[in-house]
């Protein structure tokens, strides 16, 4: 199976950018964040609408070098979309790796293949929300959903 995979460079340091994926969420991604993010253990839950939510537990935090979100509930009710729970039990993975005069990400979504249903639409929720990730990350300004 193959997963969502991307990777990106950032002109940001390790640390800015895990900061980002720890306790900067509703900077970049959405507004409507609820939880934690900053502690193996810790859940969160982020909104787009009433609609769309994820809910995910923090499996794994190395700093500067690694995140890891499991899904543990989901909701995507977009009209056609039957399976609006596909999220559930996927993987989410962010490694930063340092590199000479940059940063480089690597997003795995384990679970979210082009056999996935929602597929088309969530890897352009991707691409969008990672834009706003690096430019967040950049310069200190995302663009994040906003209700």
Known sequence: MEHYTTK???NTTPTNLFNAL???IPLWWTELFEGSAARPGDRFTIRFG???FKTMQVEELSVGAKVVWQVTDSLIALPGLHNQKEWVGTTIIWEIVSAEHHTELILIHKGLSPEVECYSIC???WNQFLGSLKQYVETGKGNP???
């Open 123 to 125: 890897a352009e929720g």
């Open 8 to 10: 990106m460079s950032l």
């Open 50 to 52: 009433e609609h769309i």
């Open 145 to 147: 959903y906003k209700e």
């Open 22 to 24: 720890t306790n900067a």
